[in-house]
């Protein structure tokens, strides 16, 4: 059984930046990946960043490609995503997932 619990969300004015965690507990955090997803309201799921078990390799979409930044650190059991340059279009809640499992969320709203 696997936990993941987000922090870090916030309200931020469009330019500024936000630090999110996720927090993973109940198994071996550094033998499995982590994606970073979002839904905004009225609006799908999507994915965002990923992250592979070492750190080795990361992955983004288009839309916050040079602007995010994934990372984690496997002795605290923690994956962060670095967000900078924000945008009103990112405004969403923020999900951490590894296959089944997901956390509550994170809430982001940047305005202009």
Do not use: H
């Not at 839904?39 to 994915?47: D, L, N, S, T």
Request: hydrophobic residues 30%; charged residues 15%; proline residues 4%.
């Amino acid at each position: 059984q696997l936990q993941l619990v987000e922090s870090g969300g916030g309200e931020v004015q469009a330019g500024g930046s936000l630090q999110l965690s996720c927090a993973a507990s109940g198994l071996a955090f550094d033998g499995y990946p982590i994606g970073w997803f979002r839904q905004a309201p009225g609006k799908g799921r999507e994915g965002v960043s990923y992250i592979e078990p070492d750190g080795s390799s990361t992955d983004y979409t288009d839309s916050v490609k040079g602007r995010f930044i994934v990372s984690r650190d496997n002795a605290k059991n923690t994956v962060y995503l670095q967000m900078n340059s924000l945008k009103p279009e990112d405004t969403a809640n923020y999900y951490c997932n590894y296959l089944q499992w997901w956390g509550q969320g994170t809430q982001v709203t940047v305005s202009s």
